[in-house]
T-cell receptor, first 115, second 117 residues
């Protein structure tokens, strides 16, 4: 069975500082992908970043980077230079390549950026 | 740039009523999904359709049925609504899940907020 664990229900960060949101996963699949989504208070799900299990380099997308440690089964999201608009729920998700495209989501972390 | 469109956005039902949630995507995606989101539990997969003409159960399928009407549309039906089905429902779509599509993210609609009294 696959499982995603996000152990931080809520986080605070000062504007312009960096923040790391934790994600650990469990899977028996050898090939899988890890995704992070942002859900602002308006409710939509916004895709942020992807990391494949065979990717040798950590993924980066603008101010977002993914700290992928395969041996520890962790895929932490790093947001650099936090902005007020980063305040939202953040979800880590995993898709096994042999699981029919299904995403398994973690419980989410609510990030609040302070001015 | 419609992407994934869900209707309705809000709905209140009485216990035992039936209703169909509609979802349509204009990105020519092969795969479509229905999730529910409950407080503190993230999103859980109800049903999915890997391609037109196929549907499969997800993690929480009980009490729901789905229809993949064509490549664009994937509907979710509650035959006899129960208070436990009060939730926010999301439809999503993605490229085919073969080797070319493995890195493709799922694109989500804006959700349907459903309350069952």
């Amino acid at each position: 069975a696959q499982k995603i664990t996000q152990t931080q229900p809520g986080m605070f960060v000062q504007e312009k500082e960096a923040v790391t949101l934790d994600c650990t996963y469990d899977t028996s699949d050898q090939s899988y992908g890890l995704f992070w989504y942002k859900q602002p208070s308006s409710g939509e799900m916004i895709f942020l970043i992807y990391q494949g299990s065979y990717d040798e380099q950590n993924a980066t997308e603008g101010r977002y980077s993914l700290n992928f440690q395969k041996a520890r089964k962790s895929a932490n999201l790093v947001i650099s230079a936090s902005q007020l608009g980063d305040s939202a729920m953040y979800f880590c998700a995993m898709r096994g390549w042999n699981q029919g495209g299904k995403l398994i989501f973690g419980q989410g972390t609510e990030l609040s950026v302070k001015p | 740039n419609a992407g994934v469109t869900q209707t309705p956005k809000f709905q209140v039902l009485k216990t035992g009523q039936s209703m169909t949630l509609q979802c349509a995507q204009d990105m020519n995606h092969n795969s479509m999904y229905w999730y529910r989101q409950d407080p503190g539990m993230g999103l859980r997969l109800i049903y999915y359709s890997a391609s037109e003409g196929t549907t499969d159960k997800g993690e929480v399928p009980n009490g729901y049925n789905v229809s993949r009407l064509n490549k664009r549309e994937f509907s979710l039906r509650l035959e006899s609504a129960a208070p436990s089905q009060t939730s926010v429902y999301f439809c999503a779509s993605s490229e085919a899940v073969g080797s070319a599509g493995r890195h493709q993210p799922q694109h989500f609609g804006d959700g349907t907020r459903l309350s069952i009294l």
